[in-house]
Nanobody, 121 residues
């Protein structure tokens, strides 16, 4: 069974940091991404990474603050989020696909259940 399991969300003050994890099981994926959805807003692309080669891509609003990375041995992708702002508050979703053509913004065939990130001012 293919699964993407996110973890690491929580409540943090503005200026703080969080690291999200996305552990994959059941399949090898070539492209991974993080999306987020704030209340009342559409889902938004955040960052993407190629599993083979490690190329990365970010939405402008997080460039320089967020870093997406991978751990091949753990089959896990991370999103390190620094200098968090209240506008980063959202449910963050991990997405993945077997196709490298999904990099950077999709479409992605597999999705996690989401993890809540709340940044207080």
């Amino acid at each position: 069974q293919v699964q993407l399991a996110e973890s690491g969300g929580g409540l943090v003050q503005a200026g703080g940091s969080l690291r999200l994890s996305c552990a994959a099981s059941g399949r090898t994926f070539s492209s991974y991404a993080w999306f987020r959805q704030a209340p009342g807003k559409e889902r938004e692309f955040v960052a993407a990474i190629r599993w083979y080669g490690g190329g990365t891509f970010y939405v402008d609003s997080v460039e320089g603050r967020f870093t997406i990375s991978r751990d091949n041995a753990k089959n896990t992708v991370y999103l390190q989020m620094n200098s968090l702002k209240p506008e980063d508050t959202a449910v963050y979703y991990c997405a993945a696909d077997r196709s490298e053509r999904s990099y950077p913004v999709g479409p992605f065939g597999s999705w996690g259940q989401g993890t809540q990130v709340t940044v207080s001012s």
